[in-house]
């Protein structure tokens, strides 16, 4: 067995690469636990960032990923895409784990969400009036920066929100 | 609240589009349970098909979504990825719920299981012979093709293994 250990100490790099992959990001892999099972399921969500630079998303009721959600309310998501000519391992990639928060039409602060949201992501405006999406916010609780074979890092949330 | 079933009927250009989509993928994005606290972190590998049509890796005992599989064998994937110039909510995806099984240097089917990954990904010669790496091969239990807004189908493996 090969003793290495790949966390490298946090630096300003890292840290600026970090917010970068996140702030670039229009969508993510989302990681939560299947209802009932308790087993991981990955799906593909539109992503931006909330004025306080945490991941937000808008998503629908009728969706598996929303149905975990509500049913355990913590997440994994995964950004930093390597495009369709890059090496996709050692393209950088940040992994998140976060606690995700609700926010429907006619709750407290979503008129100012929505307008944040759409002023990121135009397009979301063909859904973002139906009764059954509602934005989740993922409140950062940890990162793991992958900046390429062996250069990994861990980051707090004050290292990707600044 | 808008009633709407998002699950169509799965026929063959579904299970066609399914198929293509997981051979095609160079890597994916692998959702595990952290040990410990069983939060989802979703971190990216590379991938391949065995013989049999599973989803396979090669990783390092040193990385955190090893250490996670070795604790909880169960995984989610998602592949399908939408370019730079797609809309990644219409570029469809798949995601796979399942079980992990380990193929380690020197046990039975590892020269065979090795050979055929490198036939497909021969960079991974570079980390192959490295002691810390196996092969994880992803059973597949069951699948969730997204072939864009309101096209979702739920998919037995013999629907994607054929």
């Known amino acids: 067995m ?3 250990d790949p966390i490298q100490t ?3 790099e890292a840290r600026a690469l970090a917010r970068s992959l996140l702030s670039d990001a229009t969508f993510a892999a989302l990681g939560v636990l299947t209802p009932d099972t308790g087993l991981p399921m990955v799906t593909r969500v539109a992503l931006a960032t ?9 998503i629908s009721d009728l969706s598996a990923h929303a149905q975990a959600l509500k049913a355990t309310p913590v997440a994994s998501l995964l950004v930093g895409e390597p495009g369709e000519r890059g090496d996709p391992l050692t393209h950088p990639r940040l992994t998140l784990q976060c606690r995700a928060r ?3 039409n006619g709750e407290p ?3 100012e969400l929505a307008a ?7 397009k979301a405006k063909l859904y973002a009036g139906f009764q059954d999406f509602f934005f989740a916010t993922f409140e950062i609780e940890s990162g793991h920066l992958n900046g390429g074979f062996a250069r990994a890092y861990k980051l707090t949330p004050a290292d990707i929100l600044g």
């Open 2 to 4: 090969t003793k290495r």
């Open 10 to 12: 946090t630096d300003d």
């Open 50 to 58: 909330t004025r306080d630079g945490h991941p937000v998303t808008l």
């Open 102 to 104: 609700f926010t429907r």
């Open 109 to 111: 602060g979503h008129t």
């Open 116 to 122: 944040h949201y759409l002023s990121l992501r135009p």
